[in-house]
């Protein structure tokens, strides 16, 4: 369809941009019918050609830093600053769209829920004095950046809808660049056998499910040139680069030694290829697929036979602590250790005395009576481990410890999400309550090691509800642009294993919001469904 601000000379049908495999035969007749009348805006002719430039460059440093912690200004949140600027200066329009859309309806709501929430465990029911309502509001606004930046992204996206594989490029190169830079070379031995786990300045964890991620857009963007069929010399050299590309981000993935960005990884891609099969009405993959799969298959086996040392150490500690589960001894309760000491007889007054020698000065007897009243006194229930089981290594022990150490985490959240269900404790305060909890950790943990849990535990149920409102509208989006015809099934596909990627390493993790370069990937994907959004309603208002 054509319009005033969108010349039909110009005007394109998503699938000729999106990434992903393209449909044909009966699936892309399906999928011409339902988008038979919507097509995709080009430039609009009311956004000048700088203010354009401008916010696309923002987008373009805003991914390719997306998984980088490079330090100095290099930060991806300074682009979303930028492209609130350029929404500034584009007038009114940007922001009639938005308010129009339920996802941004929903993200302010949340947002304005988050600000009341961080008074109430501020001023109503404060679990620490020591975090006040600064403190919460400022860990709070996490959050509320993650929700503004991707609709300022899914905005001027919905613009240029052709730069969302472009972005997704800059985004991969960003990861690897960084791998490169950080990757500890002098070491590297130590790294392929599993001795030393690099974090490139990023934690471990979140390393292995932005490699996990990145790995995935990789796949999926060596799959759609295959299928775009440029000339053959630029097909096989830009083919060739993302194979190298995956095999760099299944690199940083292996090396990470995250076993939850693993597990997120090895489940999410056969439930896309299952769900992508199904909707193509099980008639599988065309022919044309095997080839950039087979490469994806071969490449993934060999790195994973090189990796075998890396895959043992962490795979067999995990059996190991199946096998020694039982050795790990449970918090004792003072009613048995009362129980066990009326076991043992009370020495005598003369126990411990020599015959003939003088009685201890005062002060000394004032000393061990208080010592004897401290070892009487009910003790805290500790989880404590056993002693080193034979044939366990040192690493397999400090494991053992850091599963034990989860389970009473869980616990603690689950307590604690018990006591204040509705409303929560507070964003900031999780770090309080680990630490009043006086686990017997040896290291400080700053959350629960599940995503689900903090979230429960720091904004309540009522948040967590919002939270989840936010995420099915923008998914919503994703499925009601997919039905127009504005997106291929596999680029449905493509965004849900990026997004299942996430939502199953954050079950092991908390890794959602603490850090920018963990947001910023997921301003990416939320903005690309916002702009969809928006594509549909201006297509359906005009057609």
């Known amino acids: 369809m054509t319009g005033p601000d969108m010349p039909a000379s110009t005007s394109t049908a998503v699938n000729d941009y999106a990434p992903g495999i393209p449909q044909s035969g009966e699936a892309g007749s399906r999928t011409r019918r339902r988008g038979a009348r919507l097509r995709l805006p080009d430039l609009p002719l009311d956004v000048p050609g700088w203010l354009m430039r401008l916010a696309m460059a923002a987008m373009a440093f805003m991914a390719f830093f997306?998984?980088?912690?490079?330090?100095?200004?290099?930060?991806?949140?300074?682009?979303?600053?930028?492209?609130?600027?350029?929404?500034?200066?584009?007038?009114?329009?940007?922001?009639?769209?938005?308010?129009?859309?339920?996802?941004?309806?929903a993200v302010l709501v949340f947002s304005g829920f988050l600000v009341l929430q961080a008074a109430y465990v501020t001023w109503v029911e404060p679990a620490d004095p020591a975090w006040g309502f600064p403190e919460q509001l400022t860990t709070a606004s996490k959050l509320v950046r993650l929700g503004a930046f991707s609709c300022f992204?899914?905005?001027?996206?919905?613009?240029?809808?052709?730069?969302?594989?472009?972005?997704f490029v800059l985004m991969v190169l960003g990861l690897l660049s960084s791998v490169l830079i950080f990757m500890p070379w002098t070491d590297l031995a130590a790294v392929i056998d599993g001795q030393l786990r690099p974090s490139f300045r990023i934690p471990e964890n979140l390393a292995g499910q932005l490699a996990a991620?990145?790995?995935?857009?990789?796949?999926?963007?060596?799959?759609?040139?295959?299928?775009?069929?440029?000339?053959?010399?630029?097909?096989?050299?830009?083919?060739?680069?993302?194979?190298?590309a995956y095999l760099g981000c299944l690199c940083a993935l292996l090396i990470s030694q995250s076993r939850g960005a693993w597990l997120a990884f090895?489940?999410?891609?056969?439930?896309?290829?299952?769900?992508?099969?199904?909707?193509?009405?099980?008639?599988?993959?065309?022919?044309?697929?095997?080839?950039?799969?087979?490469?994806v298959v071969v490449t993934t086996a060999v790195l994973l036979f090189g990796g075998r040392d890396i895959l043992s150490v962490r795979l067999s500690t995990?059996?190991?602590?199946?096998?020694?589960?039982?050795?790990?001894?449970?918090?004792?309760?003072?009613?048995?250790?009362?129980?066990?000491?009326?076991?043992?007889?009370?020495?005598?007054?003369?126990?411990?005395?020599?015959?003939?020698?003088?009685?201890?000065?005062?002060?000394?007897?004032?000393?061990a009576s208080t010592a004897n009243e401290a070892i009487q006194a009910p003790v805290k229930p500790v989880a404590q481990v056993a002693p080193t089981p034979p044939g366990l290594a040192q690493s397999d022990v400090v494991a053992?410890?850091?599963?034990?150490?989860?389970?009473?985490?869980?616990?603690?959240?689950?307590?604690?999400?018990?006591?204040?269900?509705?409303?929560?404790?507070?964003?900031?305060?999780?770090?309080?309550?680990?630490?009043?909890?006086?686990?017997?950790?040896g290291v400080p943990h700053v959350h629960l090691h599940n995503a689900y849990l903090d979230t429960l535990v720091g904004i309540g149920l009522v948040g967590a509800t919002l939270l989840m409102l936010v995420f099915a509208l923008l998914m919503r989006e994703l499925v009601l642009a997919w039905r127009a015809g504005l997106l291929t099934t596999a680029t449905l596909w493509v965004f849900g294993g990026c997004f299942g990627i996430v939502l199953v390493a954050n079950a092991f993790d908390s890794l959602l919001w603490r850090?920018?370069?963990?947001?910023?990937?997921?301003?990416?994907?939320?903005?690309?469904?916002?702009?969809?959004?928006l594509i549909r309603r201006r297509a359906t208002a005009k057609s």
């Not at 350029?86 to 309806?105: C, K, N, S, T």
């Not at 857009?217 to 190298?244: D, H, K, N």
């Not at 850090?515 to 959004?533: D, H, M, N, Q, V």
Request: charged content about 15%; hydrophobic content about 50%; aromatic content about 10%.
């Open 66 to 105: 997306s998984m980088t912690n490079f330090g100095w200004q290099l930060r991806p949140e300074h682009g979303g600053y930028m492209l609130l600027v350029a929404l500034l200066m584009a007038g009114v329009r940007p922001w009639r769209e938005l308010a129009a859309q339920p996802a941004a309806q």
């Open 400 to 441: 053992i410890k850091a599963v034990s150490v989860r389970m009473q985490l869980y616990e603690l959240g689950m307590e604690k999400w018990h006591e204040r269900p509705w409303l929560g404790w507070g964003m900031r305060t999780t770090h309080t309550l680990i630490e009043k909890a006086r686990f017997d950790t």
């Open 266 to 295: 090895a489940v999410t891609l056969p439930i896309v290829a299952v769900g992508l099969w199904w909707m193509r009405g099980g008639r599988g993959f065309s022919t044309k697929a095997w080839p950039p799969l087979l490469m």
């Open 515 to 533: 850090f920018e370069y963990s947001r910023a990937p997921l301003e990416i994907l939320f903005g690309c469904c916002i702009a969809y959004g």
């Open 318 to 367: 995990a059996t190991r602590l199946l096998d020694v589960e039982s050795t790990t001894v449970p918090a004792v309760d003072a009613p048995a250790q009362a129980k066990q000491a009326s076991l043992v007889p009370a020495p005598s007054p003369a126990a411990g005395k020599v015959v003939g020698a003088p009685s201890a000065p005062p002060a000394e007897q004032a000393i």
């Open 153 to 167: 992204l899914g905005w001027w996206l919905s613009l240029v809808p052709r730069a969302i594989p472009y972005l």
């Open 213 to 244: 991620v990145a790995g995935w857009l990789a796949v999926c963007m060596m799959a759609a040139l295959w299928f775009r069929r440029p000339t053959r010399e630029r097909r096989a050299t830009l083919i060739a680069g993302f194979l190298v």
